[in-house]
Nanobody, 122 residues
Framework: QVQLVESGGGLVQAGGSLRLSCAAS????????MGWYRQAPGNQRELVAT???????NYADSVKGRFTISRDNAENTVYLQMNSLKPEDTGVYYC????????????????WGQGTQVTVSS
C-alpha cells in the first residue's frame, strides 16, 4: 500500500509565499519522477512542475521564476516553494509520483495525493 500525503496549503495574500510538501510512504522500491499539478474550479488539472530522481526539473510557463520544485530522495518527499503568488495560482494542488514497487520489473505505477487547497487573495 502506497500513500502520498500533501501538506502546506492555505490562504495567503497576493505576493506572499507558501511551501508545499508531499511525502510518499508504504511498500516502495524506488521513485522515478515526482511532480505537482493543480486544478482550479471549472478547469482541468494542469501540470505545475516535475522533477526526476536525478534532479532535472520542468515547469509550466506560468510559474517559471516564481516556483521551485525540489525533492529529498532519502525521505521520499517532494517540495514546492511558491513565491510571488498570484490570485490565478489558486486551486487544489496535487502531488504525483511514479513508483516502482519491486526490483524485478520495470513496471511503474502512478500515484496521486489527496490534494491541498491553495487560495491567493488579491
Amino acid at each position: 500500500q502506497v500513500q502520498l500525503v500533501e501538506s502546506g496549503g492555505g490562504l495567503v495574500q497576493a505576493g506572499g509565499s507558501l511551501r508545499l510538501s508531499c511525502a510518499a510512504s508504504g511498500s516502495i522500491f524506488s521513485i522515478n519522477a515526482m511532480g505537482w499539478y493543480r486544478q482550479a474550479p471549472g478547469n482541468q488539472r494542469e501540470l505545475v512542475a516535475t522533477i526526476t530522481n536525478g534532479g532535472s526539473t520542468n515547469y509550466a510557463d506560468s510559474v517559471k521564476g516564481r516556483f521551485t520544485i525540489s525533492r529529498d530522495n532519502a525521505e521520499n518527499t517532494v517540495y514546492l516553494q511558491m513565491n510571488s503568488l498570484k490570485p490565478e495560482d489558486t486551486g487544489v494542488y496535487y502531488c504525483k509520483a511514479q513508483i516502482k514497487l519491486v526490483p524485478q520489473t520495470q513496471v511503474v505505477y502512478h500515484y496521486w495525493g489527496q490534494g491541498t487547497q491553495v487560495t491567493v487573495s488579491s
